[in-house]
């Protein structure tokens, strides 16, 4: 299968599908941190060429309701951020997954299909994310663990904050290549 994991640079999804067997390719404006497939670039350069799956990680800075506060100072920027996402929600790729956290993407286009925690996925943490769905099936938990904290949202200041925070665990994007990775019924999905 072919597979685009969009707006993401740390490779993690990419990589998880690869070692399942895919042909995957991260894309994002910044460089990858592992080697693999990547295309530093804009990700409308390449959503045309024939891809199977398209895991998308559309920035959440204009998006999330962590940063409700700000949201009447930014209306522009708003706007431009769900035109992307609907952009991304529209490719013309039969198996799409769009992840944010919490946000107004619920509100302003469509509420998510699923909202997944990390300790559904062998991380005692937690980060609600949620999973907007086109002709894949919802994630099953993979490996429930205790110890939850919320050691992402704890983060101190710093300048790097905005990538270890936008960083997908391990453990979900292993869950996401094991179960959308298979041959899937389309009849029967979201």
């Not at 990700?43 to 999330?64: F, K």
């Not at 994310?129 to 099936?137: E, I, M, R, S, V």
Request: glycine residues 6%; contains cysteine.
């Amino acid at each position: 299968m072919r597979v685009l994991v969009a707006c993401e640079f740390s490779g993690t999804v990419r990589d998880a599908f690869i070692r399942a067997g895919h042909d995957a390719m991260s894309c994002d404006i910044l460089a990858t941190e592992r080697p693999g497939p990547h295309y530093q670039g804009d990700v409308r350069d390449v959503l045309a060429a024939g891809w199977d799956l398209m895991v998308a990680h559309p920035p959440c800075t204009h998006l999330a309701v962590s940063g409700a506060r700000w949201f009447k100072d930014k209306l522009p920027e708003q706007a431009e951020a769900l035109a992307f996402v609907r952009l991304l929600l529209d490719a013309p790729i039969p198996r799409i997954a769009l992840e944010n956290p919490v946000s107004i993407i619920s509100s302003r286009i469509r509420k998510p299909d699923q909202t997944i925690q990390p300790w559904q996925f062998g991380h005692g943490e937690t980060k609600a994310t949620c999973l907007w769905l086109k002709g894949l099936p919802k994630l099953t938990p993979t490996d429930i663990v205790e110890g939850r904290e919320q050691r992402v949202h704890r983060m101190p200041p710093s300048p790097n904050r905005w990538r270890e925070r936008s960083r997908t665990f391990s453990g979900i994007a292993e869950a996401m290549a094991a179960q959308w990775g298979q041959p899937l019924d389309l009849g029967l999905t979201a």
